[in-house]
């Protein structure tokens, strides 16, 4: 494992541990202000006097250990200060305003800007591995990101914090444990990695791994402990044959041993399936050089002395990961016919790796500027741009767990410039994230030189290249998730901004035209558009058609707003009629519908109807079987109207629906081989059961018909199905039937 240094163990007192942080910092080659930093010591050392850690220890011993961490990292004076001080204004008495008459503005800054990242917190995943994003404002995120944009420092001062409460997080209960460390793991390890710290990446995630699954990591370090000696012996001796023969090829280089933190060894095992004795990187090295030039040369040397295992070479120099990291990573059948894993990069390559924007941080005194920093605070500052783009906090948390948090693909253009972009992306994605014209504009793409669809997902390696029109403009079905164009809330923001843009009674009248052919393939014709519109908000259905039209509002919101809308009758009680109660139905209609003023009655799904959550319905009461639900459209409910009021009573669907309901779909498209199996699949795939087809096909025009029985489980379910199915090929129209 490749862990931070810790510097020394806990001394008796808060002295003689920061003395060992500056005899540390005496050895070292990192300029430090001592008189400076005894100052912020003695400070934080006075401010915390008396309050001791779940450890039992004092708790300025916590803020020493983040110093010494900090100095690890080779940062400045005012970072260390920092360090020290970082927890005063939170937990103690002490106020801004005197920590800036006492150690001046720029110290004050880190604090407060290291104070302010526990937003962070509203982000934490629970424990079931998902992030939370309620209460979360998005004017706090954004400040969070403009103090790391201005001053790389302070996130990685709040990383040096991290890191040490993991190491003493065995004084907490197990259920804080496994929330701190799920954090740690969803949160601060994916940060580290994206600027590149890789020293506190891998120490962070290895603590979450022990803590999140000890049986697992406690298994691999077994594994690993049992075999060291001999693991050793055999990696001294390949060492020993690379440096010679790196010598005689007159190549300047240093080799040395590398070994492999657990957690990446487990999630190699888990992603490629492999035991531990099957993986090929337990056993490494890593060859250091002076010139990139050498990097090749080495590999050529490397590959003459053993055979190289085929799909097991990766050239991130010429392909740098997302966080430039840059290295060339091979394996090979060493001696004994053993494999292992050799790395080869220059010393500022190993340098950028093992502490990213830290290896390039520019003191006040001055210094030359490195494209690698540069690009990732270029990478922070465009996290910035996006408060014009996004229209809620939700919107912006989403887009910056997708650029920090989620895994990546490497793609490149015609031209062969790589596009970093989150797992998942499509085409279209890349066409906007190229530029908003071309992705506007797009109408096609190629992958590899193949045509491919919009909704095709990007894998790293592929060259795409867009087609696009002249004067295009997107369509509104790219911002429906259900059809899967888009997967990234980068490209989506920029269709919603693009719509935006467009004429307010263009937008209206777009926006009508949606909701109502959005009605009519769900076969939802009384539900009224003030309903709706209140739902969303709004005073007024125009308002409602409006964001519609932008985008703001989608397919798959409004089949959700109408399950919830529907059944809740406006229809008042007369007068004279006792106080209803609400009594929910067994057996059949248990759980899903409500009645008024009955209890423990029979109810069931009217077959001539088939009313589904979302519909408007009512019970009429039959002699033999209980109540049945029909539509309120239902022709035979027009003539029980008439015929026998006094058997209809007033039923509304519950929120919590549990139970499938048949419903029947009507396709419209030419005749073409496989569209019935395109279909199935389609229904498999969400979890539709298919009770029944049948199909027709007219011979004179092509065309064929198709009505399918589904299970389905509310209207939103059909709303997506539907969805998918109009984009399949040849595919004219599909809609419910009004039975």
């Given at each position: 494992m490749v862990y931070v240094e810790a510097i020394t163990d806990v001394h008796d007192t808060p002295q003689e541990r920061f003395d060992a942080l500056l005899e540390k910092i005496k050895s070292s080659h990192v300029h430090v202000d001592l008189d400076a930093l005894y100052e912020a010591f003695k400070f934080a050392d006075e401010a915390h006097e008396g309050q001791v850690r779940a450890s039992g220890e004092p708790y300025v011993f916590h803020v020493i250990s983040v110093a010494e961490i900090l100095l690890t990292l080779n940062l400045d004076t005012p970072s260390l200060m920092t360090g020290l001080l970082h927890d005063v204004v939170e937990d103690t008495d002490v106020t801004l305003a005197q920590l800036e008459k006492k150690f001046g503005k720029e110290v004050t800054t880190l604090v407060d800007s290291v104070t302010k990242m526990k937003v962070f917190a509203t982000l934490k995943p629970n424990l079931n591995g998902t992030i939370k994003k309620e209460g979360l404002k998005a004017e706090n995120l954004r400040k969070l990101l403009l103090a790391m944009a201005e001053d790389v420092r302070v996130?990685?001062?709040?990383?040096?914090?991290?890191?040490?409460?993991?190491?003493?997080?065995?004084?907490?209960?197990?259920?804080?444990?496994?929330?701190?460390?799920?954090?740690?793991?969803?949160?601060?390890?994916?940060?580290?990695?994206?600027?590149?710290?890789?020293?506190?990446?891998?120490?962070?995630?290895?603590?979450?791994?022990?803590?999140?699954?000890?049986?697992?990591?406690?298994?691999?370090?077994?594994?690993?402990?049992?075999?060291?000696?001999?693991?050793?012996?055999?990696?001294?001796?390949?060492?020993?044959?690379?440096?010679?023969?790196?010598?005689?090829?007159?190549?300047?280089?240093e080799v040395t041993g590398r070994s492999k933190h657990i957690y990446s060894i487990w999630k190699k095992m888990q992603r490629k399936n492999l035991g531990f004795h099957q993986l090929y990187d337990l056993r490494a090295v890593r060859i250091h050089v002076d010139k990139l030039k050498d990097c090749y040369h080495a590999l050529g040397v490397v590959h003459t002395i053993w055979r190289h295992i085929p799909y097991e070479f990766d050239d991130y120099i010429a392909t740098p990961k997302e966080n430039n990291y840059q290295s060339i990573h091979t394996a090979i059948v060493g001696p004994q016919g053993k494999t292992l894993e050799i790395q080869i990069r220059t010393y500022d390559m190993h340098k950028h790796a093992e502490y990213g924007v830290a290896a390039h941080w520019r003191y006040k005194e001055g210094g030359k500027q490195n494209g690698h920093y540069e690009q990732k605070i270029a990478w922070l500052r465009q996290l910035l741009e996006w408060k014009d783009e996004e229209k809620d906090a939700g919107d912006f948390i989403d887009r910056f767990k997708s650029e920090v948090f989620q895994d990546r693909v490497y793609v490149m253009t015609p031209e062969g410039e790589i596009i970093d972009m989150p797992q998942g992306a499509t085409p279209l994605d890349f066409a906007f994230y190229v530029h908003t014209e071309v992705g506007a504009c797009c109408r096609g793409a190629k992958v590899n030189g193949k045509m491919v669809p919009l909704t095709y997902e990007l894998k790293s390696g592929e060259q795409v290249h867009i087609l696009t029109t002249k004067n295009g403009s997107p369509s509104r079905d790219w911002l429906n998730p259900q059809l899967g164009y888009l997967k990234t809330s980068r490209a989506r923001a920029k269709v919603r901004h693009w719509f935006k843009q467009q004429n307010h009674d263009q937008n209206l009248l777009a926006g009508r035209e949606v909701l109502e052919k959005e009605?009519?393939?769900?076969?939802?014709?009384?539900?009224?558009?003030?309903?709706?519109?209140?739902?969303?908000?709004?005073?007024?259905?125009?308002?409602?058609?409006?964001?519609?039209?932008?985008?703001?509002?989608?397919?798959?919101?409004?089949?959700?707003?109408?399950?919830?809308?529907?059944?809740?009758?406006?229809?008042?009680?007369?007068?004279?009629?006792?106080?209803?109660?609400?009594?929910?139905?067994?057996?059949?209609?248990?759980?899903?519908?409500?009645?008024?003023?009955?209890?423990?009655?029979?109810?069931?799904?009217?077959?001539?109807?088939?009313?589904?959550?979302?519909?408007?319905?009512?019970?009429?009461?039959?002699?033999?079987?209980g109540i049945t639900i029909h539509r309120s459209d239902c022709h035979n409910m027009q003539q029980a109207m008439e015929e026998n009021s006094d058997r209809l009573t007033e039923v509304e669907w519950n929120h919590e629906v549990n139970q499938c309901y048949t419903v029947t779909i009507e396709l419209i498209a030419m005749d073409r081989q496989g569209l019935l199996r395109d279909i199935t699949a389609i229904l498999a795939n969400i979890e539709i059961n298919v009770l029944g087809v049948n199909t027709s096909t007219n011979k004179s025009d092509y065309s064929a018909r198709m009505r399918l029985s589904l299970e389905i489980a509310g209207i939103a379910q059909l709303s997506r199905a539907l969805n998918r199915i109009s984009q399949l090929s040849n595919v004219i129209e599909v809609y419910r039937i009004r039975e």
């Open positions: 996130v990685m001062i709040k990383l040096a914090d991290r890191l040490h409460n993991m190491r003493t997080l065995d004084s907490l209960s197990p259920r804080k444990q496994k929330i701190i460390a799920n954090e740690t793991a969803e949160i601060y390890a994916p940060l580290a990695n994206r600027l590149g710290i890789w020293q506190l990446k891998w120490e962070l995630e290895d603590l979450a791994f022990r803590f999140l699954d000890e049986y697992n990591y406690k298994k691999i370090a077994r594994y690993l402990a049992e075999r060291k000696i001999d693991r050793d012996k055999y990696i001294d001796d390949v060492v020993g044959v690379i440096q010679d023969n790196l010598t005689e090829n007159h190549i300047e280089g009605l009519h393939r769900l076969g939802i014709a009384n539900i009224s558009h003030d309903k709706l519109a209140k739902h969303f908000h709004f005073d007024e259905t125009a308002h409602l058609f409006t964001e519609i039209g932008r985008g703001e509002i989608t397919t798959g919101q409004i089949a959700s707003s109408i399950q919830e809308l529907g059944g809740h009758s406006d229809r008042k009680a007369p007068i004279d009629e006792p106080v209803q109660q609400t009594i929910e139905l067994l057996p059949q209609g248990s759980g899903d519908v409500t009645i008024y003023g009955v209890d423990n009655i029979l109810t069931q799904i009217a077959q001539c109807c088939k009313p589904v959550p979302g519909d408007d319905i009512i019970g009429f009461v039959t002699k033999t079987r």
